[in-house]
């Protein structure tokens, strides 16, 4: 972990640098998202890891494949409908 603190100045555009060690040390390139919230008057920022969707559904597909299954767009939507009755329902409950 880096021990020495890093400064930074917010530009007119509200535009804020992380500095490039930090940016190494935790692997940000650009496009990586953050969520940015406030605690006990601090500007905390996170960075968001969120997972390749078309590579995640390519495994599923690619799995549903080995095993001889047929799935379509319809039987997925089908499927999403059905939980998300089921979901509602319990909610309700």
Excluded: C
Aim: net charge positive; proline share 4%; glycine share 2%.
């Amino acid at each position: 972990m880096l021990e020495d603190p890093e400064i930074t100045t917010m530009s007119k555009k509200g535009q804020v640098v992380i500095p490039q060690e930090l940016r190494k040390y935790l692997r940000i390139k650009p496009k990586t998202r953050f969520v940015v919230f406030v605690v006990n008057n601090d500007i905390v920022m996170r960075k968001l890891d969120i997972p390749d969707v078309k590579k995640e559904w390519k495994s599923i597909f690619q799995s549903i494949d080995k095993k001889g299954l047929k799935l379509d767009e319809n039987d997925v939507s089908a499927e999403i409908k059905a939980y998300r009755k089921t979901k509602h329902k319990k909610a309700r409950d």
